[in-house]
């Protein structure tokens, strides 16, 4: 099970919107709707942003949004704000009870 | 509320065993549907998934990582254990539990992690 294809990097100024991109397979992204988002800053644990493609836990701000196109997803955060500067992953289920995990993106607040 | 916290040695040699340990509150492991897994980070680099327990002590594991990890539980003291054989400098990471909602495959609680290092 290879890992994820996420951009390295992403930008944006604050106000903008910006779209992350999660490439997997169809034995995985594509083949199934448990693709969820976590946000990490620096030195502290990942945090749910977004689970099944496109719902919120509670607490989560609606400015962030998840959805799916076939074998890609993407994590869309609109409205920035200074504090989603962070490290973004995204993770799928990939069948027999493995999840695996994208390479990251890191997002810019310019 | 949910907490988790991973303890262990913050610094392992070459070939030995790693045994870190979670402790948690919040929920039990004897109740349907709740799950413990590990996911680690090597500085600067991604997460990766390496093992799961669920509350009727089914145990899955990382493909590649299979053969080196053993996962268990023991629920009167509300931990999970995770033992890594033959630890390797590349093992260098912070190793994370975290409670995983599998009906949904979502790690909803996480530890703050605690950093191993792998060197002689």
């Known amino acids: 099970h290879s890992a994820l294809t996420q951009p390295p990097s992403a930008s944006g100024s604050p106000g903008q919107s910006v779209t992350i991109s999660c490439t997997g397979t169809s034995s995985d992204v594509g083949g199934y709707n448990y693709v969820s988002w976590y946000q990490q800053h620096p030195g502290k644990a990942p945090k749910i942003l977004i689970y099944?493609?496109?719902k919120r836990p509670s607490g989560v701000p609606d400015r962030f949004s998840g959805s799916k196109s076939g074998n890609m997803a993407s994590l869309t955060v609109s409205g920035l704000q200074a504090e989603d500067e962070a490290d973004y992953y995204c993770s799928s289920y990939a069948g027999s009870n493995i999840v695996v995990f994208g390479g990251g993106t890191r997002l810019t607040v310019l | 509320q949910v907490t988790l916290r991973e303890s262990g040695p913050a610094l392992v040699k070459p070939t030995e065993t790693l045994r870190l340990t979670c402790t948690f509150s919040?929920?039990?492991?004897?109740?349907?549907?709740?799950?413990v897994s590990w996911v680690r980070q090597p500085p600067g680099k991604a997460l990766e998934w390496l093992a799961r327990i669920d509350w009727d002590d089914d145990k899955y594991y990382s493909t590649p990582l299979k053969t080196r990890l053993t996962i268990s539980k023991d629920t009167s003291k509300n931990q999970v254990v995770l033992t890594m054989t033959n630890m390797d400098p590349v093992d260098t990471a912070t190793y994370y539990c975290?409670?995983?909602?599998?009906?949904?495959?979502?790690?909803?609680?996480w530890g703050p992690g605690t950093l191993v290092t792998v060197s002689s």
């Open positions: 975290a409670r995983e909602d599998t009906a949904s495959v979502v790690f909803e609680h």
């Open positions: 099944e493609v496109n």
């Open positions: 919040g929920f039990s492991l004897t109740n349907s549907g709740m799950c």
